[in-house]
């Protein structure tokens, strides 16, 4: 079964930590894989996807197939990354389905 | 240049009632995408229209049904409501061809079912 895992509803770091948000995936194939965000007040937005491998706003998703994960990093949280973070998984070749994790809610302290 | 309208940006309805829910995409989009987001489930979701065509759906009864016109806007359509159907309704366009590569998502219908 194609399911995207993201272990933790919240994350609370404080500013200038590094962050690391977890996505794990089960998909048989090459995935591809996405982070969508949702700041408050805001739509859901593209933030990065793996084929890209770029860094958005100092953040960083590399696919890990051994592991398969998928986990969203940054050195120095900034309090602007407050969000909802969601991992998702385009589901089968030509589906139109994105399969998104249940989303893990950054919280960064001053 | 606009995003992805919806509208209405809030509905309240009663059980068995019908709800209309309307979508704009992108100038150029051609897909259309439906998603559920009832609290708790994360997004779920519902269908895909692409060139006026039903193309994909997701785990949900006929109930829940749509359409997509030929200026590529989109309505989505849930009969004989039930409580458990309040909830967010996101809709989200993207470019022909591209499936569901890059989601452009609107700000959304909240559904209260009472």
């Known amino acids: 079964a194609q399911r995207v895992t993201q272990p933790e509803k919240l994350l609370s770091v404080f500013k200038g930590a590094p962050v690391e948000l977890k996505c794990n995936y089960s998909?048989?194939?090459?995935?591809?894989l996405f982070w969508y965000v949702q700041y408050s007040r805001q739509r859901l937005q593209l933030l990065l996807r793996h084929i890209s491998r770029e860094s958005i706003k100092g953040f960083t998703a590399d696919l890990n197939k051994g592991e398969t994960s998928f986990h969203l990093k940054k050195p120095f949280a900034q309090e602007e990354d407050s969000a909802m973070y969601y991992c998702?998984?385009?589901?089968?070749?030509?589906?139109?389905?994105?399969?998104f994790g249940q989303g893990t809610t950054l919280q960064v302290k001053p | 240049e606009a995003g992805v309208t919806q509208s209405p940006t809030h509905l309240i309805k009663t059980r068995g009632q019908q709800a209309t829910l309307r979508c704009s995409p992108i100038?150029?989009?051609?897909?259309v995408y439906w998603y559920q987001q009832a609290l708790g489930l994360g997004l779920q979701f519902l269908l895909w229209?692409?060139?006026?065509?039903?193309?994909n759906r997701g785990n949900f009864p006929p109930r829940f049904s749509g359409r997509q016109f030929p200026n590529y806007s989109s309505e989505l359509n849930v009969n004989a409501l039930e409580l458990e159907d309040s909830a967010l309704y996101l809709c989200a366009s993207s470019l022909l061809g591209s499936g569901a590569n890059v989601l452009t998502f609107g700000a959304g219908s909240r559904l209260t079912v009472l």
């Open positions: 998909y048989s194939g090459s995935p591809e």
């Open positions: 229209y692409d060139e006026g065509e039903e193309r």
């Open positions: 998702a998984l385009k589901g089968s070749s030509n589906t139109g389905k994105l399969i």
């Open positions: 100038s150029g989009h051609t897909s």
